[in-house]
């Protein structure tokens, strides 16, 4: 019978280095568990269906058909599964464009291990994660009120870009509310104000909206 504490992990890179490192991470911490292992995608979904993992750790220089194929598959026919993705890019506009396919969390390689540990837990709970290094990667401050009168149609309240800015760390109704003193079903209300005024369709495609307009940065 399968522990449901534990996290169960598929890794998918070229590098039988990174894979080995990756491992000896995991298995040094209790409630994580690394089911399987390839250095290419061809057999990747399989893989991961057959060994039941929660996390699937990829590299986007791992060999075989597309990555993003591969990730677009996978979100397709394993919706519950939690996608981390490992690599060396440091351009923001490719961390939003995975952000857009469904990926859960992005690290680079530089990132130290409690990094790698806290991402796996942190997508585990719901929540995306980034690791510093890849949160220094935009250092535009975000939009003053004024600046966001004068240079975009949409207009938000210093409230509204406080939440927006807990919303992209994947926090809850709750845990928002704890965090600005007001209660959840205000939260709500302006998380649902939020999604209007971007035309998004769910979170994800809010804070692809709210970086891209300069309103958040990572």
């Known amino acids: 019978m399968q522990n449901t504490s534990v ?29 399987a292992e390839s250095e290419d995608l061809a057999n990747s979904l ?3 269906e057959e060994t039941q993992a929660d996390v699937v750790v990829v590299g986007l220089n791992i060999q075989g058909v597309s990555v993003v194929e591969t990730i ?23 961390i939003i464009r995975l952000l857009s396919m469904g990926v859960h969390g992005y690290i680079l390689k530089q990132c130290d291990h409690q990094e790698i540990i806290d991402a796996v837990t942190t997508i585990m709970q719901g ?5 510093s290094n890849v949160l220094k990667l935009n250092k535009t401050p975000v939009k003053s009120l004024s600046q966001v009168d004068s240079e975009s149609a949409i207009r938000l309240s210093s409230r509204e870009i406080e939440i927006l800015e807990l919303i992209s760390q994947g926090l809850t109704n709750n845990e928002i509310a704890d965090k600005t003193y007001i209660s959840a079903h205000t939260v709500a209300s302006h998380r649902k104000s939020l ?12 804070v692809i909206s709210a970086i891209k307009e300069n309103f958040i940065a990572f």
Do not use: W, Y
Not at 198 to 206: C, E, I, S
């Open 72 to 94: 677009e598959d996978l979100r397709q026919r394993h919706p519950f599964k939690k996608i981390l993705v490992l690599d060396t890019n440091e351009d923001a506009n490719e």
């Open 46 to 48: 399989e893989l991961v």
């Open 127 to 131: 929540k995306n994660f980034f690791c």
């Open 7 to 35: 996290i169960r992990i598929f890794i998918a890179d070229s590098h039988f280095l990174v894979r080995q490192g990756l491992k000896t991470i995991f298995s040094a911490q209790k409630g994580f568990e690394v089911v």
């Open 195 to 206: 999604m209007k005024k971007f035309g998004a369709r769910n979170n994800v495609d809010l």
